[in-house]
């Protein structure tokens, strides 16, 4: 009864195939894709553009998890910097307390930094939340401070 | 650079692919080519240039690493080639699995999905297509290869077994190809026509 083949011996004989490459010569190479009808410069350049493709990708996926890892690490950083919830009338005292300690020698360059500041009636929590952030950047609130209130 | 046993930074790795000269480009297309033969259609459409993207795209992101001091560069892509077609296989033998009729026997293998596969594959048509190029040649070396590679031996089995140097053996391939080739256009993955 004649042989039937299988995967397994299917696999083994293009191995055997691919393998071979690895010993034929530089000559050989050449011939080969040349009596495909092929050019070797053109699949030389066909198997550069993979290179350069899959090097773009990998660029791309590191800038896209080095800002995935920056966006966290904010988050995370304006989350420890902003323990403490708390109403919008103890932040606003807050902002008032570190601006009035601020010394008269450096008050003029401070409040420039809030030349754009709102009447502080019209501060709503998410402006308190960037002021009290700008003061702390600023050294003039310190964590303590936050804790305390 | 790295240390003996260490792997290489990114750049250095991406200093050696740019590097590779025009014959590694080519060596490396045909063996990606010859180790896709045949396959076109079964691996959801993968073809050579799939699977050269792919070991580029694990050796630049790491996935791969390669130690310098155990193999040369050109060498370490062709075994991570290598390792992603055997991937590719198993996987192959997974999605045809699914199911509750393909159940492992004894030896851990799979039963009915090689039955599937090899139908829809036409293993059988295509080996005997490519052993029949070869069943009037008066040397019957190559025939002879051909069944020692089927039934599973190694190239030094085969040399040991028919007596003969690398040197012969690789004539031989060379002739199996050029002849395989030449009738089923096999660098061109084109084994439909098989």
Redesign the interface.
Same mark, same amino acid.
């Given at each position: 009864m004649q042989k *039937?083949? *299988?995967? *397994?011996?299917?696999?083994?004989?293009?191995?055997?195939? =691919?393998?071979?490459?690895?010993?034929?010569s530089?000559e050989?190479?050449?011939n @080969?894709?040349k009596?495909?009808g @092929?050019n070797? *410069?053109e699949? =030389?350049e066909?198997?550069?553009n993979?290179?350069s493709?899959?090097?773009m990708?990998?660029k791309k996926?590191k800038l896209i998890e080095a800002r995935k890892m920056y966006e966290a690490k904010e988050k995370n950083s304006t989350i420890k910097q902003l323990p403490i919830p708390f109403n919008l009338k103890d932040k606003i005292e807050l902002i008032i307390k570190a601006l009035t300690n601020v010394p008269q020698s450096n008050k003029a360059s401070v409040m420039m930094q809030f030349r754009e500041l709102k009447k502080i009636d019209d501060i709503d929590d998410n402006d308190a939340d960037i002021i009290i952030h700008k003061l702390i950047q600023l050294g003039l609130l310190k964590d303590e401070d936050i804790k305390n209130e | 650079m790295s240390t003996e046993d260490s792997t290489v930074e990114l750049t250095e790795i991406i200093d050696q692919l740019n590097s590779l000269g025009e014959s590694d480009l080519n060596r490396l297309k045909c063996f990606a080519d010859r180790k896709m033969f045949g396959m076109e259609g079964v691996l959801n459409g993968k073809n050579s240039e799939d699977l050269l993207q792919e070991a580029f795209s694990r050796v630049i992101s790491g996935s791969r690493k390669w130690y310098p001091s155990k193999v040369n560069f050109i060498g370490f892509l062709f075994g991570v080639i290598r390792s992603i077609a055997s991937e590719w296989r198993k996987k192959l033998v997974e999605i045809e699995t699914v199911g509750g009729d393909n159940i492992r026997n004894i030896n851990g293998e799979f039963n009915k999905y090689e039955k599937d596969i090899e139908r829809r594959f036409d293993v059988d048509r295509k080996i005997k297509a490519i052993k029949e190029l070869f069943k009037e040649d008066k040397d019957a070396l190559i025939s002879q290869i051909i069944d020692g590679r089927l039934e599973g031996l190694t190239r030094s089995e085969i040399m040991e077994c028919l007596e003969i140097s690398i040197k012969e053996y690789e004539t031989a391939m060379k002739k199996l190809y050029r002849r395989c080739q030449a009738k089923f256009s096999i660098g061109g993955c084109n084994a439909k026509e098989i």
């Open positions: *039937k083949y *299988k995967l *397994k011996n299917w696999f083994g004989f293009i191995d055997a195939l =691919a393998d071979s490459i690895l010993e034929s530089d050989d190479i050449y @080969e894709v009596e495909l @092929e070797p *410069k699949n =030389a066909k198997v550069r993979l290179i493709q899959a090097i990708l990998e996926r | -």
